[in-house]
Protein backbone atom coordinates (compact mmCIF):
# COMPACT_ATOMS: atom_id res chain seq x y z
CA UNK A 1 0.00 0.00 0.00
CA UNK A 2 1.13 3.09 -0.54
CA UNK A 3 1.89 6.09 2.05
CA UNK A 4 0.76 9.78 2.07
CA UNK A 5 1.36 12.23 4.57
CA UNK A 6 -1.26 14.66 4.45
CA UNK A 7 -0.21 17.89 6.32
CA UNK A 8 -3.06 20.26 8.02
CA UNK A 9 -3.24 23.70 9.78
CA UNK A 10 -5.84 22.85 12.61
CA UNK A 11 -6.44 20.13 14.76
CA UNK A 12 -10.68 20.24 13.43
CA UNK A 13 -9.54 19.73 10.08
CA UNK A 14 -6.99 16.82 11.07
CA UNK A 15 -9.74 14.96 13.30
CA UNK A 16 -12.34 15.30 10.41
CA UNK A 17 -9.95 14.15 7.95
CA UNK A 18 -9.17 10.78 10.59
CA UNK A 19 -12.29 9.90 11.17
CA UNK A 20 -13.49 10.54 7.27
CA UNK A 21 -10.30 8.49 6.15
CA UNK A 22 -12.27 4.84 6.31
CA UNK A 23 -15.29 6.44 4.07
CA UNK A 24 -12.61 6.23 0.94
CA UNK A 25 -10.81 2.67 2.09
CA UNK A 26 -7.70 4.31 3.82
CA UNK A 27 -6.41 3.33 6.93
CA UNK A 28 -5.10 5.75 8.91
CA UNK A 29 -1.21 4.70 10.52
CA UNK A 30 -0.55 7.65 13.11
CA UNK A 31 -1.15 11.67 13.73
CA UNK A 32 1.38 13.75 14.90
CA UNK A 33 0.43 17.05 16.36
CA UNK A 34 2.29 20.23 18.19
CA UNK A 35 -0.06 19.20 21.54
CA UNK A 36 -2.34 16.42 22.23
CA UNK A 37 -6.19 15.60 20.69
CA UNK A 38 -8.48 13.86 22.82
CA UNK A 39 -10.68 13.23 19.94
CA UNK A 40 -8.19 12.46 17.76
CA UNK A 41 -7.63 8.89 19.99
CA UNK A 42 -10.86 7.68 19.01
CA UNK A 43 -10.57 8.66 15.01
CA UNK A 44 -7.43 6.44 14.48
CA UNK A 45 -7.26 2.70 13.39
CA UNK A 46 -5.21 1.38 16.30
CA UNK A 47 -5.82 -3.09 16.97
CA UNK A 48 -5.65 -4.43 20.37
CA UNK A 49 -2.41 -5.07 21.68
CA UNK A 50 -1.22 -9.07 21.80
CA UNK A 51 1.34 -8.59 25.00
CA UNK A 52 -0.97 -9.79 27.37
CA UNK A 53 -2.28 -12.65 25.72
CA UNK A 54 1.57 -13.64 25.32
CA UNK A 55 2.67 -12.71 28.40
CA UNK A 56 0.13 -15.36 29.73
CA UNK A 57 0.39 -18.20 27.04
CA UNK A 58 4.52 -17.81 27.60
CA UNK A 59 3.96 -18.18 31.82
CA UNK A 60 1.56 -20.44 31.93
CA UNK A 61 3.10 -22.72 29.23
CA UNK A 62 6.98 -22.20 31.10
CA UNK A 63 4.97 -23.28 34.63
CA UNK A 64 3.19 -26.21 33.23
CA UNK A 65 6.45 -27.46 31.63
CA UNK A 66 8.39 -26.59 34.75
CA UNK A 67 6.01 -28.30 37.40
CA UNK A 68 6.16 -31.18 34.47
CA UNK A 69 9.78 -31.50 34.99
CA UNK A 70 9.92 -31.28 38.73
CA UNK A 71 6.88 -34.62 38.94
CA UNK A 72 8.23 -36.41 36.11
CA UNK A 73 12.07 -36.36 37.82
CA UNK A 74 10.69 -36.86 41.56
CA UNK A 75 7.74 -39.39 40.66
CA UNK A 76 8.71 -41.15 38.31
CA UNK A 77 12.33 -40.95 36.98
CA UNK A 78 13.94 -41.07 40.79
CA UNK A 79 10.91 -41.26 43.30
CA UNK A 80 13.01 -40.79 46.87
CA UNK A 81 10.79 -41.28 49.59
CA UNK A 82 12.22 -38.91 52.27
CA UNK A 83 10.71 -38.27 56.13
CA UNK A 84 7.27 -40.41 54.90
CA UNK A 85 6.07 -37.19 52.35
CA UNK A 86 4.11 -38.69 49.14
CA UNK A 87 6.22 -38.20 46.33
CA UNK A 88 3.96 -36.14 44.67
CA UNK A 89 3.80 -33.36 47.13
CA UNK A 90 2.71 -30.12 44.75
CA UNK A 91 3.46 -27.62 47.38
CA UNK A 92 7.15 -28.50 47.49
CA UNK A 93 7.16 -28.00 43.12
CA UNK A 94 5.15 -24.22 42.96
CA UNK A 95 8.03 -22.50 43.90
CA UNK A 96 10.38 -22.87 40.55
CA UNK A 97 7.09 -23.32 38.12
CA UNK A 98 6.05 -19.51 39.42
CA UNK A 99 9.47 -17.92 39.30
CA UNK A 100 10.22 -18.89 35.70
CA UNK A 101 6.98 -18.88 34.90
CA UNK A 102 6.96 -15.28 35.55
CA UNK A 103 10.20 -14.72 33.99
CA UNK A 104 9.19 -16.32 30.87
CA UNK A 105 6.27 -14.66 30.88
CA UNK A 106 8.19 -11.17 30.77
CA UNK A 107 10.48 -12.23 27.79
CA UNK A 108 7.37 -13.06 26.05
CA UNK A 109 5.67 -9.49 26.47
CA UNK A 110 8.91 -7.53 26.02
CA UNK A 111 9.46 -10.26 22.33
CA UNK A 112 6.30 -9.01 21.71
CA UNK A 113 6.08 -5.78 22.50
CA UNK A 114 9.44 -5.11 20.01
CA UNK A 115 7.43 -7.31 17.32
CA UNK A 116 4.03 -5.35 17.15
CA UNK A 117 5.90 -1.83 17.44
CA UNK A 118 8.25 -2.74 14.72
CA UNK A 119 11.80 -1.85 16.83
CA UNK A 120 14.83 -1.60 16.66
CA UNK A 121 13.70 0.73 13.81
CA UNK A 122 16.54 3.39 13.80
CA UNK A 123 14.91 5.19 11.23
CA UNK A 124 11.35 5.90 9.46
CA UNK A 125 11.46 7.14 5.85
CA UNK A 126 8.41 9.15 7.09
CA UNK A 127 11.01 11.53 9.35
CA UNK A 128 12.60 12.54 5.93
CA UNK A 129 9.61 14.24 4.61
CA UNK A 130 9.94 18.12 4.15
CA UNK A 131 7.80 19.83 6.77
CA UNK A 132 7.83 16.76 9.44
CA UNK A 133 9.79 18.93 11.54
CA UNK A 134 7.19 21.30 11.66
CA UNK A 135 4.45 18.63 13.48
CA UNK A 136 6.36 19.95 16.46
CA UNK A 137 5.63 23.71 16.19
CA UNK A 138 2.64 24.28 14.56
CA UNK A 139 1.37 21.87 11.79
CA UNK A 140 -0.86 19.19 11.90
CA UNK A 141 0.15 15.92 10.03
CA UNK A 142 -1.96 12.70 9.44
CA UNK A 143 -0.14 9.53 7.74
CA UNK A 144 -2.67 7.19 6.55
CA UNK A 145 -2.11 4.34 3.79
CA UNK A 146 -3.92 4.48 0.52
CA UNK A 147 -5.74 1.65 -1.21
CA UNK A 148 -3.79 -0.21 -4.21
CA UNK A 149 -6.50 0.94 -7.25
CA UNK A 150 -5.16 4.05 -8.80
CA UNK A 151 -8.74 5.19 -8.41
CA UNK A 152 -9.15 4.55 -5.11
CA UNK A 153 -5.54 6.34 -4.83
CA UNK A 154 -6.98 9.83 -6.53
CA UNK A 155 -10.16 10.06 -4.66
CA UNK A 156 -8.39 9.48 -1.28
CA UNK A 157 -5.91 12.07 -2.14
CA UNK A 158 -8.72 14.09 -3.13
CA UNK A 159 -11.17 13.67 -0.51
CA UNK A 160 -8.14 15.13 2.13
CA UNK A 161 -7.36 17.93 -0.06
CA UNK A 162 -11.06 18.78 0.21
CA UNK A 163 -11.16 17.92 3.72
CA UNK A 164 -8.26 20.80 3.73
CA UNK A 165 -5.15 19.31 3.49
CA UNK A 166 -2.86 21.76 3.10
CA UNK A 167 -0.16 19.23 1.28
CA UNK A 168 -0.56 15.70 0.42
CA UNK A 169 3.09 14.30 0.18
CA UNK A 170 3.93 10.20 -0.55
CA UNK A 171 6.29 8.66 1.65
CA UNK A 172 8.96 6.37 0.01
CA UNK A 173 8.77 2.69 1.81
Known amino acids: MTRVLAEFADQRHLVEAARRARDVRCRVVDAYTPFPVEELSLALDHRESRVRPAMFAG ?10 LEYYSAVID ?25 LLAG ?22 VDGMARASQDRFLLAVELPQEDEGRS ?3 ATLVRLGAISVREVER
Open 78 to 102: YPYNSGGRPLDAWPAFMLVPFATGI
Open 155 to 157: AAV
Open 107 to 128: ACGFATFLVETGLPNLSDPLFA
Open 59 to 68: GILMAALAYG
